[in-house]
């Protein structure tokens, strides 16, 4: 059976950031899942919570293992919330866990500081679009440039999403990993704080550095993300 794959997104903005593994995925012959976390995308009308971000993550699973083996893929609060997840006492079945750019502990003065600036950026004039769209436009290429916003911006839960994140057990739960795990970040990601740490409590995991490339290294670097997607799919197929 195929290896089936579920991708889950960052904050703010929704299952069509996945575009370039989307297609790349289906060429390579994996059924695959993007999911909407609540209050993004398709379902922008809704509230998050952490507790239906979870259970979004969980259905999605559940419902792939029922056809094959499932690689679990999470960037950033996707990661994050897939790290909580992925380390339940109860196991999920998942075989695989591809972690992209969340390797912190959302607590304390950075996740502070993080909410502050979000907020600041918020009241700006567009609630900043065009600030992010300068941003994207100097720094993902062509192909992958409108992918993030393709499915809308959550602006309205940013700041409820990321104050529900202090409360994870990352540790505990990366701990709890039984499965073979990618840990993978751009060079300049902000992220990239508590990642030896992460590494050192993670008991299956490696970690793939990508030079030159930022938070966003889906779409920054899609081709070297995909391949990254390649080793952890063929080290599935060969177990």
Not at 3 to 18: A, E, P
Not at 162 to 172: E, G, I
């Amino acid at each position: 059976m195929a290896v089936q794959v579920v991708l889950v997104h960052g904050i703010r903005t929704s299952s069509t950031m996945w575009r370039a593994q989307t297609a790349y995925l289906e060429a390579r012959g994996n059924p695959v899942t993007a999911v909407d976390l609540p209050g993004h995308g398709t379902r922008m009308g809704e509230t998050f919570t952490l507790e239906g971000a979870i259970a979004t993550v969980d259905a999605a699973v559940r419902a792939a293992a029922e056809r094959g083996p499932v690689l679990l893929v999470g960037h950033s609060m996707g990661g994050l919330v897939s790290i909580e997840y992925a380390g339940a006492p109860e196991r999920p079945p998942i075989a695989g866990f591809v972690a992209a750019s969340c390797t912190a502990v959302p607590r304390g003065v950075g996740l502070t500081a993080y909410r502050f600036l979000a907020r600041g950026l918020d009241r700006l004039p567009g609630r900043g679009q065009w600030l992010a769209d300068r941003v994207l436009d100097r720094t993902l290429p062509p192909e992958t440039r409108f992918d993030f916003g393709a499915g809308g911006y959550a602006y309205d839960m940013q700041d409820v999403a990321l104050r529900s994140l202090s409360v994870l057990d990352l540790l505990t739960a990366l701990h709890r990993i039984d499965a073979p795990m990618w840990f993978v970040n751009g060079q300049y990601d902000q992220l990239r704080v508590n990642e030896k740490l992460f590494l050192g409590i993670a008991r299956h995991a490696e970690l793939v550095v990508v030079p030159r490339t930022t938070h966003l290294v889906t779409a920054m670097r899609p081709d070297v993300f995909n391949a990254v997607l390649n080793v952890a799919l063929t080290t599935l197929e060969r177990t």
